[in-house]
């Protein structure tokens, strides 16, 4: 079992457009620990099982 450190929530991030990505990283960055980000819907369902996040913030148009 992995014991967490942080008590910020752990936060993956999925939208096909980078300065999306990168407004909402910076948004969170102070209050979250973003784990990672993708940029289609199979990456996402690999990346969310990988890396186990507390929440995912995505388009609901990603493609794939």
Known sequence: M???LSLRP???L???YPD???AVSRL???DCEIVGSVADGGALL???QRLQPDVIVL???LPN
């Open 28 to 30: 969170l960055a102070l």
């Open 14 to 16: 999925a939208d096909d």
């Open 2 to 4: 992995e014991v967490r």
């Open 59 to 61: 388009d609901v148009n």
């Open 46 to 48: 690999q990346a969310a």
């Open 10 to 12: 752990r936060v993956l």
């Open 20 to 22: 999306m990505v990168k």
